[in-house]
């Protein structure tokens, strides 16, 4: 595998269900990131993980939780989700985070669906 | 607040040239980005800009200007395979990318 790797890519759940994403990256990176993408609206970020410690968290509702267990891999879990968060959830990787050029590399998303 | 602002979709024709063009008020600036979105797939670099002027790559090319607070991204040559969403991003001054909400650009034949 190479560049960044998303699982499952496509998610439908009831809003009562708990469920995981995953993120991988082979970039040897050490910053991770979780973005929401809805239609027609900007990138909006969700949470940042810099030497795996948490560095931004843009007031993200709880029901979503990150975690980092080391540089290469990033999870969102899922639970009690509503409607309104139906979109595509990308994950990004970049060397570092916060400081300087900061190109970051994108895995393809998880379509999620909340019924 | 922050904010930046391009057009929601535009339309060529194959063989043509296209500007699309991306405006921003933001806290400090540290570069500009542009990637390359095609439906159902990842974001993909396409370039970066830190200072003023032109930087040219094959048939994309994009420009800066820091005092206008504008950038463009000129594609020459239209293919078909050009039809894709193209986001412009700023780095702001603790190094955070603020997106904008892309562009869809439409190739007709």
Redesign the interface.
């Given at each position: 595998e190479t560049g960044v790797t998303q699982t499952p890519r496509h998610l439908v759940m009831g809003m009562t269900n708990k469920k995981s994403l995953k993120c991988e990256q082979h970039l040897g990176h050490n910053a991770m990131y979780w973005y929401k993408q809805s239609a027609k609206k900007p990138l909006e970020l969700m949470f940042v993980y810099n030497f795996k410690e948490q560095t931004e968290n843009n007031s993200v509702p709880s029901r979503f939780s990150p975690e980092c267990p080391n540089s290469s891999h990033l999870f969102l879990h899922l639970h009690t989700l509503q409607p309104e968060d139906s979109a595509l959830y990308l994950c990004a990787s970049s060397q570092e985070s916060g400081t300087g050029y900061n190109e970051q590399f994108f895995g393809p998303g998880t379509r999620l669906t909340v019924l | 607040g922050q904010n930046?602002d391009q057009p929601?979709e535009m339309t060529a024709t194959e063989g043509a040239i296209v500007q699309i063009n991306c405006t921003y008020q933001t806290s400090g600036f540290?570069?500009l980005?542009w990637?390359q979105q095609h439906a159902?797939?990842?974001?993909?670099?396409l370039s970066?800009n830190v200072l003023d002027g032109l930087e040219e790559k094959g048939r994309f090319s994009s420009f800066l200007s820091r005092s206008k607070g504008y950038s463009y991204l000129l594609l020459k040559e239209l293919q078909m395979k050009d039809s894709a969403s193209y986001?412009c991003?700023v780095?702001d001054s603790?190094?955070?990318?603020?997106?904008?909400?892309?562009t869809k650009l439409i190739i007709k034949p």
């Amino acid at each position: 595998e190479t560049g960044v790797t998303q699982t499952p890519r496509h998610l439908v759940m009831g809003m009562t269900n708990k469920k995981s994403l995953k993120c991988e990256q082979h970039l040897g990176h050490n910053a991770m990131y979780w973005y929401k993408q809805s239609a027609k609206k900007p990138l909006e970020l969700m949470f940042v993980y810099n030497f795996k410690e948490q560095t931004e968290n843009n007031s993200v509702p709880s029901r979503f939780s990150p975690e980092c267990p080391n540089s290469s891999h990033l999870f969102l879990h899922l639970h009690t989700l509503q409607p309104e968060d139906s979109a595509l959830y990308l994950c990004a990787s970049s060397q570092e985070s916060g400081t300087g050029y900061n190109e970051q590399f994108f895995g393809p998303g998880t379509r999620l669906t909340v019924l | 607040g922050q904010n930046i602002d391009q057009p929601t979709e535009m339309t060529a024709t194959e063989g043509a040239i296209v500007q699309i063009n991306c405006t921003y008020q933001t806290s400090g600036f540290n570069g500009l980005f542009w990637y390359q979105q095609h439906a159902g797939e990842a974001p993909t670099f396409l370039s970066y800009n830190v200072l003023d002027g032109l930087e040219e790559k094959g048939r994309f090319s994009s420009f800066l200007s820091r005092s206008k607070g504008y950038s463009y991204l000129l594609l020459k040559e239209l293919q078909m395979k050009d039809s894709a969403s193209y986001l412009c991003a700023v780095l702001d001054s603790n190094y955070q990318l603020i997106w904008g909400a892309g562009t869809k650009l439409i190739i007709k034949p």
